[in-house]
């Protein structure tokens, strides 16, 4: 039987990619966590998200998982780059995006990993072999939480075991990464808003021998099939002849449609179709009003909903998972007050809002509305044709190249980021220019040694010093005074980087975000208070023993 503790710091309620994200980087600081999740067996044929964006690939590579995600994944990144527009597979290529969600076979400055295709049950099972390695973090499979107590010293939760059994746990903290379907969103009176699409999907995975045998019209990772009856985008789950298909614009009932007609209408001819699971679905552009309780916190899906357009879905749940793991860890270990959770929503909630309306502006242009007879003809016509569609798509241009969303989200108006700059211009969807502006992600660089600037980070803070002569030390010695984990890295000797990071000195976040920059630091208590949400420094000089917590009253 297995033995459950009957309280626990942390109870993350739900083991999808947001739980197991939070437990990570819980469990790596340490701290004790408990994750229960109803499913057993991760199903491989419904594979939901396949995109892990460029950002969720750099937390990897933190967590040191990146490359097992690559071994794991069935299509390499050198396989194929673009997303392809065609008639069809056999007909005719009508526009191409390359090097679409990220998706570079060489590395570039921008980033310290290019995205990755995999299907989310792979992607999981690396995150639960990482959980499985932290000898504080325990997963419980085929558990699941029937109802939740928010409470203002912690959560209780009943928890019903895979043999029908219950078993009720205190938490000091609970997190709530049970999506949509949940029930901590409940408890804290949460309610999602927003609107749902209104054009219905069927999601069909399948095998092909005819696809792997035959010569396609066009190479890519993604295919997008304009002027089927049915229009909608397909592409490869694995090298050796399983695929993956979304139909839009099902105007029928979907119990009754024949998921091998479809496959074969997107293909344009008759190839052979083994369907192996098939998902009805339709958008939803949804966001809660708000994202925390007392002791409850809602993560990922329970807090948002977004439409899979651009392949955002999965990964702003990592982003939450990583920006409330390192500030619930600073909680727990004493280095920050309770405040500096009030920043979680601060941060995060408009994100997700920017998020879901990137996705949901590319409702408009789906496959569908860009069907027009004739668009397979050969000939002047066809081609013609084919050339004022493929003008029409660049439309989905901000769908395939959303650095701006993906690495461009900031949090310069935060309560515990640190500036006196103005509110920086947000960068469009589809374009990214580096910034090192307080709230911004830390210009990525490659050092002249070959390693990544982010791979000298701290798990904690670090200061960045990138001009010789400049003083740390008071910075350090705050730092130690509070108990919070500072780490100062001298980059003085790499003038690029001065240029790049726009200031003498940086102060950089354990989530790789500018908590502050500045060629000096005027009171270094008063900087490092403010960035854990502990406000103004008291006008008492703190005593060598003090405490974070001692200061904050």
Known sequence: MT?????????????????????????????????????????????????????????LRRWGIADRLRDAAPIPVGHAQDVVFVTGLFGHEIARFENAFGLWATPRELAA???????QPVV??????????????????????????????????????????????????LLGCDGSSGVTRAAIGARYRGAS?????????????????????????????IGARHGGLMGRLDLDGTWWAIVQGIDEDVAEVDAVALVRSLAGDDIDVDVLATDPWSARMLLVDRYRGRRVLLVGDAAHLNPPWGGHGFN??????????????????????????DSYEAERRPVAERTIAAAGEQEAFLAPSFAAADLDADGVAGHALRTDVALALQAKDPEFHSLGLVLGYDYPSSPVVVSDEPCPTRQPVNAFEPSAHPGARLPHAWLPDGRSVYDLLGEGFTLVRLAPGVDTDRLGEAAERLGLPLRVLDLAHLPALRALYGADLVLVRPDQHVAWRGDEVADPFDLLRRVVGAGQRPTAAPSASSSLDELTH
């Open 3 to 59: 033995t459950v503790p009957d309280s626990i710091p942390v109870l993350v309620v739900g083991g999808g990619p947001s739980g197991l994200a939070v437990a990570i980087e819980l469990g790596r600081r340490g701290i004790e966590v408990l994750v229960v999740e109803p499913r057993s067996v991760l199903d491989p044929l419904r594979p939901r998200a396949k995109t892990t964006s460029v950002r969720t690939m750099e937390h």
């Open 113 to 119: 990993e290019a995205g990755q295709q995999a299907p």
């Open 316 to 341: 702003t749940c990592v982003g939450d998972a990583v920006n409330l793991g390192w500030k619930l860890a600073a909680v727990l270990q004493g280095w920050a007050p309770e405040t500096l959770l």
């Open 124 to 173: 999981e099972e690396v995150l639960r072999e990482a959980c499985a390695e932290l000898p504080t973090v325990r997963l419980l499979t085929g558990w699941r939480a029937t109802s939740v107590v928010d409470g203002p010293d912690g959560a209780r939760a009943v928890l019903l075991d895979p043999h029908g059994r219950t078993r009720e746990v205190t938490a000091d903290y």
């Open 197 to 225: 699409g209104t054009v219905p999907n069927l999601s069909i995975t399948f095998r092909s021998r005819a696809l792997e045998e035959r010569d396609l019209c066009a190479h890519g990772v993604h295919y997008w099939v």
